[in-house]
């Protein structure tokens, strides 16, 4: 009986080389041009957004229960977005409950859970 030989494809193998170059390429170039990407998020005056109801209901959530240092995190999260104008202090009738979501690998973010405001909001 003959030892199989493992299975050799030097297509595949030209494949990958060229993904490796590619993708170094790719960093090359987009560190080449680092001084054109903004590392803090876009906003714009140039267009008004008005969120149309279904109905005239406000929604109160109550916030979800979080670790003290979740909440310290969040607490630096909002701050940051304050500063950068990315959120404004508000008064509203709505109110919707933040969490904050970690996966293995990334910093947390703060997210909103928008799912009942979205359930009377028109689309």
Known sequence: MHDEMPHFNPKEDDNKKQNEQQIQELRD????FSKIFFNKP???HLVMHDIQMIEN???QCKPYRISPRQTEIL???IDKMLKHKIIELGDSDYTSPM???EVAGKDPRPCI???KLNKITKT
């Open 75 to 77: 607490k630096t999260e």
């Open 113 to 115: 859970d928008y799912r």
């Open 99 to 101: 969490i904050l979501v």
């Open 29 to 32: 170039l987009l560190l080449k």
């Open 42 to 44: 876009g906003k714009t």
């Open 57 to 59: 209901t406000p929604i």
